[in-house]
């Protein structure tokens, strides 16, 4: 139960961050804006991480493979191309693209099992799921 009420707040905190980093990008610039975005990300995690324990940045020398280390830099990435499809979808159907996207890569991701993920078998039912997301789609932009 606790895992679906986080993932609810997730989404929730993830549309409210790309309407305000948005909105920022319109005062400031995309780079800006982006930079500003880690940076704040930067501190509360550093905060977080005094105060709850202070396992050693070392650590992470340990990660296996390295490519997993890449995080913070498809983080940049995702804050960059959520605050464009905002400012040019609007909020509704930016969420619902990035949504189904999420959803398709990470079904993939499962399937194929890959980057170390338990692979499982492919469902017609969670492909026809996913046809049903994308007619959602279409039908909450068809004007």
């Not at 993932?7 to 305000?20: D, E, N, P, R, T």
């Not at 610039?29 to 396992?55: K, P, Y």
């Not at 296996?64 to 498809?74: A, D, N, R, T, W």
């Not at 999420?102 to 170390?116: D, P, R, S, T």
Request: aromatic residues 12%.
């Amino acid at each position: 139960m606790w895992g679906i009420i986080i993932a609810l707040v997730s989404g929730a905190l993830m549309s409210i961050q790309g309407v305000f980093n948005t909105a920022v990008t319109k005062g400031t610039s995309m780079w800006v804006s982006n930079a500003w975005v880690q940076f704040t990300a930067l501190i509360i995690c550093l905060g977080g991480w005094f105060v709850t324990g202070r396992d050693s940045f070392m650590q992470l020398a340990k990660v296996e493979p390295k490519y997993m280390l890449l995080g913070g830099v498809i983080g940049a990435f995702i804050t960059l191309t959520v605050i464009k499809s905002m400012s040019s979808l609007g909020p509704a159907k930016a969420v619902m693209l990035i949504v189904v996207s999420q959803l398709l890569v990470a079904y993939l991701i499962e399937v194929f099992g890959l980057f170390g993920v338990e692979k499982v078998g492919f469902e017609w039912k969670k492909l026809i799921g996913m046809a049903m997301a994308i007619v959602g789609i279409v039908i909450f932009k068809w004007e």
